[in-house]
């Protein structure tokens, strides 16, 4: 059977820089400007502040209007707003009635805020009840569940929680259905609402988040650089529509790129180290799903965490998986901007590497000050985006721990 | 200082929150609840914050209210009940 070609028709997302639109957004990932800041939380029994990204002036009552704000966890505010602005940037009708469309979310760890909350009232207010909301405000696929029913999306309606690769294989999964015929069209993405208390005491028990203060805070995440010292936090969402090539040509869509590869493997060594080995099978995998050669590559959206281990394991994967051509290959982690919204970085990296495509240019990534000597080896774009570059295809990697890895390929429109 | 209202302002308010385009004017004792809106969690909702506001519990062996005046008159019963220790 004859595999159908998959267009990406529409870009949304919460953009961490503020009010700005997509256009906003990525011009300011090509100057390599963070979005990171010195960031104190205001709800938490201590003093808590630290260099995180934080869509602060994102308003939910705005955007939707009480009656849905007030029925959704803010990780499914986001993906509504998100998924409104893909939408709309797609040109399809608001509310569409149609079954031959779903949806395909990711989200790591979806309404801890709510959960969170609920445990500040159960043991420390001495309160005996929560939210009768409770439950379908924090179930993880509330977000999608939404998306399905204000856009009026009759399919597949699922969620995928895969830590940091969830919203990645939310768009491969989706990709796929697509190609295999099942389904003609997809609002694919992910959210993330991690700035919670207990959930960054979490993560600083690991040891993984990059320290910093009011002048030092936008600098904080630096991957591959040779002082990196860990990630960046981030909230927020960015959803796509992607579609059957020839649907989206019938009705007349903008195609900005189209998907042809996904990788999807599995580590299998350990819950939170990375292996080189799980990461290349997952990056071959998708070049051969996408019928690409190596040296077809000219641009690799990093994972990039910013993590001393991390980063060196994935440039070691890159250059076995691509040999020769590694050194040619211009490789960047926009992490160093806009932060790591776990679940949702993901859909956040598939739109960078989407726009990378349809604007012919690389982005950057950014507070590199020398590039560390065991993440060398591959054309590394730093501080500042590259204009006017061919560039036919490219990948995004998105490794989670729990070793699961998932690889996107995707190609150019006028390659 | 949180602010009494009467049950009547409670529904109101409540609409106003978490209903698109709310029809206060047909907040009527014959209305029911889902052509105005109210599902079941949602009721759950509104009498937490009926309990909240007047510090008052509401049982939960009582049939569910169909409709607004249903709802108002139980919301008067458990005011105007004996208050037990």
Not at chain 1, 111 to 139: D, W
Not at chain 1, 150 to 155: D, F, H, Y
Request: aromatic residues 6%; proline residues 4%.
């Amino acid at each position: 059977m004859k595999k159908r070609r998959v267009a990406i028709t529409g870009l949304g997302l919460v953009n961490p820089y503020g009010e700005g639109d997509v256009g906003d957004f990525f011009s300011r990932i090509m100057r390599g400007e963070s979005a990171v800041r010195y960031h104190t939380l205001n709800d938490s029994p201590r003093p808590l502040a630290l260099p995180l990204v934080a869509c602060s002036h994102f308003n939910p009552i705005a955007v939707l209007g009480p009656p849905l704000a007030n029925a959704m966890d803010r990780f499914s505010h986001f993906a509504m707003a998100s998924a409104f602005s893909a939408w709309q940037d797609s040109g399809l009708e608001k509310h569409c009635n149609r079954d031959d469309y779903g949806v395909s979310w990711g989200t790591g760890s979806g309404g801890s805020l709510t959960i969170e909350r609920g445990y500040q009232k159960l043991y420390f207010e001495n309160k005996e009840k929560v939210s009768p909301l409770s439950v379908v405000l924090a179930m993880n696929n509330s977000a999608a569940s939404h998306i399905a029913m204000q856009l009026g999306l009759g399919g597949p309606c699922n969620t995928s929680t895969v830590a940091c690769a969830s919203s990645s294989i939310a768009i491969g999964e989706a990709f796929r259905r697509i190609r295999e015929g099942s389904v003609n069209l997809m609002l694919v993405g992910g959210s993330e609402a991690p700035l919670s208390y207990g959930v960054i005491r979490a993560w600083q028990a690991m040891r993984v988040l990059s320290e910093g203060d009011a002048t030092t805070a936008y600098r904080a995440c630096r991957p591959f650089s040779e002082n990196r010292a860990g990630l960046t936090l981030a909230e927020g969402a960015a959803a796509l529509v992607i579609e059957d090539w020839e649907h989206a040509v019938a009705r007349g869509a903008r195609i900005y790129a189209e998907i042809v590869g996904y990788g999807n493997t599995c580590d299998r060594t350990h819950i939170a180290r990375p292996d080189s080995c799980g990461q290349v099978r997952s990056i071959a995998a998708a070049l051969a799903d996408g019928g690409l050669h190596a040296d077809e590559i000219d641009y690799v959206n990093a994972h990039g965490t910013s993590t001393v281990e991390g980063d060196a394991i994935e440039i070691r994967s890159i250059k076995t998986a691509f040999g020769e051509h590694a050194s040619k290959l211009a490789v960047s982690a926009t992490k160093s901007m806009h932060g790591h919204s776990l679940g949702a970085s993901g859909a956040m990296e598939a739109l960078i590497t989407t726009l990378a495509l349809y604007r012919q240019v690389i982005p950057p990534t950014a507070n590199v000050t020398e590039i560390s000597a065991d993440c060398k080896g591959v054309d590394h774009v730093i501080n500042q985006g590259r204009t006017n570059v061919p560039v036919r295809a490219a990948l995004s990697n998105s490794f989670a721990f729990g070793g699961s890895n998932a690889v996107l390929a995707f190609r150019s429109v006028s390659s | 200082m949180i602010m009494i209202m009467n049950d009547l302002e409670l529904i109101q308010n409540f609409l106003k929150d978490r209903v698109e385009s709310p029809a206060l004017d047909k907040i009527v004792p014959e209305a029911t609840l889902t052509e105005l809106g109210i599902d079941s969690l949602m009721l759950v909702e509104l009498i937490f914050e009926f309990e909240d506001q007047t510090g008052l519990s509401v049982p939960t062996d009582i049939p569910p209210p169909t409709t607004v005046g249903e709802l108002l008159q139980q919301l008067k019963d458990i005011r105007n009940q004996p208050a037990t220790k």
